[in-house]
Each structure stands twice: as structure tokens, then as C-alpha cells.
């Protein structure tokens, strides 16, 4: 399969090494500096385009591959208030978008545990919830998307917490608190903790490198071949 990457940072350069050992050709690879190559020859001969960048140009690149009808795996966070134009864009103009707020594998399954033990901690109200999250300093949005899918799996399933809210400090019964803390180098550790005056139930999420984070990118723009609309994780693995 053909690939461009779009941003090549510390993920761009994981993705590559993913992709080529899956027998894949990158055709292009467009970072600040050259910009002007969305319309070489080598991005539009792309059959998909992995982008990880800015939350500030992450929409500004989905764009430019939906002018040149390259399907588009959408790795950056933090530009969710757009998310419903990109919905429409591909509902409306059949487009190939696919969407993850985390690529990971393991990820993927944890919020499905996430939302299994929520809904079983829904009938226990004497456990209330929190959660917390660490990323790496260079982390932009926080919380993080993977942060705000955990979140939203809580809040789908358990009556008590009607929104969540970034503290670290106590909040209302029916807040959901989420404690973002950035340091150091770490890839990325999530925690759900429900505790009672009895005990505590926790599931935590430990990311040991990028590796899981590239090769789930590279399995969701394998994905999109052939295929038209809004995708998700979920599209995969039918969790």
C-alpha cells in the first residue's frame, strides 16, 4: 500500500518503521518544511495519508487530502470542536476519514473494559469514580482524547456523573474529575478509580513505548482501503 505521512516527529518516524516492515511504500513525507508537497506526485499517488501533527493544522491537513481524495487516518488530537464539519464532509462528499482518539490496540481494549466496569459500577453508588492520566510534557491538549473517550465511556453507562471536569481536586457528586498531569518523557499511563469507604477498584493503562500507538495507524489506514465515510476503532474491532 502506498502511505503518506503527514508530520514527521517522534510518531511520524515510528509509523514509517511500522509501515515498511508491513511490506508498505511511503511515497511522501510532509512536515513544516515542505509543505508544497501536497501536491507532488509522490502524495497523490498516496492511497492513505497518516497524520500526526498540531491541533492547530491538524484540520487544515485533512482538508488538503479530501480536496486530493486521499483517504485520511487522523492520529492528532485537540481539534474536536470541528469534528462534526469533518463528519459532514465525508457524509456529504464521500469522503475517507478514520478517526481514533488512541491507535493503540491494548488502548482499544481498555476502553472497552472501561465501559464494561462502568456499567457494572453503575449499580454500586457508594463507589464514586475518578480518573487520572500522564503524559509526556510535549502533550499539547489536555486532557488527552484517550482521557476524553475514557471519560465519555463512564459517563454513557453510569447514572450518578453527569459531565467530567479536569481537577485534581474534590468536585460535585455528579462531576467526573480527571487529573492530567505532564512530565518527563512518559508515553502515556491512563487510571480509572472507583473507591468506597471499603475499598478501591482500579484499571489502569500503562504505555510502555510508541510502538503500539504506530502500528495501530498503520492497521487503520490498511483499513480504509476500498472504503468510504467516517471510521473508527470500533469499525475493526466491532468492540
Known amino acids: 500500500m502506498k502511505i503518506a505521512l503527514i508530520g514527521y516527529g517522534k ?7 511500522i509501515a515498511r516492515e508491513r511490506g508498505h511504500e511511503i511515497v511522501s513525507i510532509i512536515d513544516i518544511d515542505n509543505l508544497q508537497d501536497f501536491d507532488s506526485s509522490g502524495f497523490l499517488s498516496a492511497e492513505a495519508a497518516i497524520e500526526f501533527t498540531r ?8 482538508l488538503k487530502c479530501f480536496e486530493r481524495n486521499i483517504p485520511v487516518v487522523a492520529g492528532t488530537t485537540g481539534w474536536l470542536k470541528r469534528m462534526d464539519e469533518i463528519r459532514s464532509t465525508c457524509e456529504k462528499d464521500g469522503k475517507t476519514f478514520f478517526y481514533a482518539s488512541n491507535y493503540s490496540i491494548g488502548v482499544n481494549i481498555f476502553f472497552a473494559v472501561n465501559k464494561y466496569l462502568a456499567r457494572i459500577m453503575n449499580q454500586f453508588p457508594s463507589y464514586d469514580v475518578r480518573m ?13 482524547g484517550t482521557g476524553i473517550t475514557l471519560a465519555e465511556g463512564i459517563l454513557a453507562n453510569i447514572d450518578r456523573k453527569n459531565r467530567w471536569e479536569e481537577s485534581n481536586k474534590p468536585v460535585l457528586s455528579d462531576v467526573l474529575a480527571i487529573h492530567s498531569i505532564r512530565e518527563g518523557e512518559v508515553p502515556g499511563i491512563h487510571s480509572v478509580i472507583y473507591e468506597s469507604d471499603a475499598d478501591i477498584i482500579s484499571i489502569k493503562h500503562d504505555a510502555k513505548n510508541r510502538k503500539g500507538f504506530a502500528l495501530g495507524a498503520v492497521i487503520a489506514a490498511e483499513f480504509t482501503k476500498g472504503k468510504k465515510g467516517f471510521l473508527t476503532m470500533n469499525d475493526i474491532f466491532n468492540f
Open 132 to 144: 487520572e492520566e500522564i503524559h509526556h510534557i510535549h502533550k499539547l491538549d489536555s486532557p488527552s
Open 55 to 62: 491541533p492547530e493544522t491538524a484540520v487544515a491537513n485533512f
Open 11 to 17: 510518531m511520524g518516524r515510528e509509523i514509517e518503521k
